[in-house]
């Protein structure tokens, strides 16, 4: 699913997906909008279609994608609350937290929308063949004699897996770059600048102007920098003892590797607590995000890094140059950005981003264009 060729595959899903979004502002210039929420939408319903087709519509689209958000930021808290009972593994079950408790209540919800996203696919099998995750996945669960056989416990997991790592990063992502941009004029301006010479007025953002917008991919870069939104990435457990830089680490531990401080430490960064794109700009090729340089590691590295680099970084792009290159966005009266985080396995906004958008494009058919 996020291999190159399937990416390019899937190039008409994602522009469809983001003249939507920009269709939906454009409905609702001059009012409050949600940044994070706005992008969060636009990417579940991209990924869900990547993922399970369009087995949900209307109505029930609405009311899962909203439902999604709610569900999401629950497992993040949990995800990242320092769990008692991984301490003291004696007293495990009175989950004093409420950590065990919270956690099932969340797994038969998405069990329950799961499973009739499945029983709809069932139904529909001696029609047209889908080609997307879910029946892949559902070609493995029916040949029951292979080593790769799965169980259907086991599809859910790697379809929620899929969905929630790949939605709330990317949303979270476009709203830090979108806060910082406002909390920085001078720099929206070169940003707007920018997308002006590359795409012009009297166009929309296509992909292919995606790398050529240096700057804008400095701004991105500097905000995985700042604002990492896997702060201590997924937890590692080590398979064996080992040393490391002079630290005994016992088989089984649970590891936690703090890239929100490696990426502001003072002996890699000049000026670290500080919102500076320019750095990546003077330094072509220098740290890339694949997770072959230890200074910088917004998608983690190893075996468990991040499957989703390509289509995150591509849909981040497009989100943002789409969305600032469309519209001027200015914040309601008297408010401030506020750019404190809120802590979880994943870094958000503590309050989230809303803006006021306006038309910035001189022709106005162009915000019609669905396809
Ligand atoms: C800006 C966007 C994104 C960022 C910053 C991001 C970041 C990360 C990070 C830091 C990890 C943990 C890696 C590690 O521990 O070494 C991760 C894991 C993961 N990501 Fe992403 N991600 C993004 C988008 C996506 C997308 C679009 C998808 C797929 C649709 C995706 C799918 C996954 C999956 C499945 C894992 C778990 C891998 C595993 O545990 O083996 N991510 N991501």
Redesign the pocket.
Known sequence: ??SSANLNACYDLRREKVMEMVGDVYENVGKLIDVGELAFRT?TSL?GN??WGGEIQGEQRTIVESQFKKIFAEIMVFLGKPNISDIFPSIAWFDIQGIERGMKKIRQSFNEFLDSVIEERMKKETGEQKSDVLQMLLDLHKNQDSPSSLTMNQIKGILV???????D??S???EWAMSELMQHPEMMEKVKKELNDVIGVNNTVEEFHLPNLRYLNAVIKET?RLH???PL????CSARSLTVGGYTIPKGSRVF?N?WSIHRDPNIWDNPMEFQPERFLNEPGKLD?R?NDFRY?????????????N???K??SFILASLLHSFEWKLPQDEKVDLSGKFGIIMGKKNPLHLIPTPRLTNLELYKRKS
Not at 233 to 236: A, F, G, H, N, S
């Open positions: 699913m996020l990417l990924i990547m993922v897996n899929i969905v929630v790592a790949g939605t990063t990317t979270g992502s476009t995985f990492p939104v896997l990435l997924v937890p590692r590797l890239t995000f997770g590691l917004p998608f983690g590295s190893g075996r468990r890094k991040c499957p989703g680099i289509l995150g970084e849909m981040l």
